[in-house]
Nanobody, 127 residues
Framework: VQLVESGGGLVQPGGSLRLSCAAS????????IGWFRQAPGKEREGVSF????????YYTDSVKGRFSISIDNAKNTAYLQMNSLKPEDPAVYYC?????????????????????WGQGVQVTVSS
């Protein structure tokens, strides 16, 4: 499985960016897509997650109402729409994928659910 992120860059506070994650080489039907981020000197944190099994989504509290995760199955691409970006949002953003079945195994928002990771893309918020 290969995941390739794109769409990062520099944006002013209050601005928007859309990250893309193109997936290839996977064969499982039920999977989860997750977006994580890691800022310098901080631990990696989960940002947003999507389950194809039941369509459920999860957002960490700090991005609720501002970020939105979606998937285009025809393009095998996941997106993270980030609006109203704040100075605390800059980080390297990673997409991740793993086989996922609701009520079995690890939770949707757990890193242990994700076996495949992209290389990361930098998001910078600065005026």
């Amino acid at each position: 499985v290969q995941l390739v992120e794109s769409g990062g860059g520099l944006v002013q506070p209050g601005g928007s960016l859309r990250l893309s994650c193109a997936a290839s080489g996977f064969t499982f039907d039920d999977y989860a897509i997750g977006w994580f981020r890691q800022a310098p000197g901080k631990e990696r944190e989960g940002v947003s997650f999507f389950s194809t099994s039941d369509g459920s989504t999860y957002y960490t509290d700090s991005v609720k109402g501002r970020f939105s995760i979606s998937i285009d199955n025809a393009k095998n691409t996941a997106y993270l729409q980030m609006n109203s970006l704040k100075p605390e949002d800059p980080a390297v953003y990673y997409c991740a994928m793993g086989a996922y079945y609701p009520y079995f195994g690890t939770p949707l928002e757990s890193e242990q659910t994700y076996d495949y990771w992209g290389q990361g893309v930098q998001v910078t918020v600065s005026s």
